[in-house]
């Protein structure tokens, strides 16, 4: 599949990403790469095969989730950069 400097500057735009002048070959001939994969893959015969969920059988083992005071607030605190005797002091960030 072709892609032309058009449609690289439009997906580099939705990316914000900045495309120099010298970088659009190097950049056009990866995206065509990429494409032509994907168009391979679509060849492939996947009747009968079922999604993927998960990559593997294996299950998580949940632990027990029990309240404990590893950190005490003084330790935490002294974490902080910036706190009074209570809470840790943030810069305000809704007006």
Do not use: C, F
């Not at 892609?3 to 939705?14: N, P």
């Not at 970088?23 to 391979?40: D, P």
């Amino acid at each position: 599949m072709k892609i032309d400097r058009e449609a690289l500057h439009k997906v580099a735009h939705l990316a914000r990403l900045e495309v120099k002048p010298e970088e659009e070959a190097a950049l056009l001939a990866s995206m065509e790469s990429v494409l032509t994969w994907m168009e391979q893959l679509d060849e492939v015969d996947t009747e009968g095969v079922e999604p993927l969920t998960h990559m593997t059988d294996e299950v998580n083992n949940w632990r027990e989730d029990v309240a404990k005071n590893a950190l005490s607030r003084e330790d935490g605190l002294g974490n902080a950069p910036s706190h009074d005797e209570t809470y840790i002091k943030v810069p305000k960030v809704i007006e």
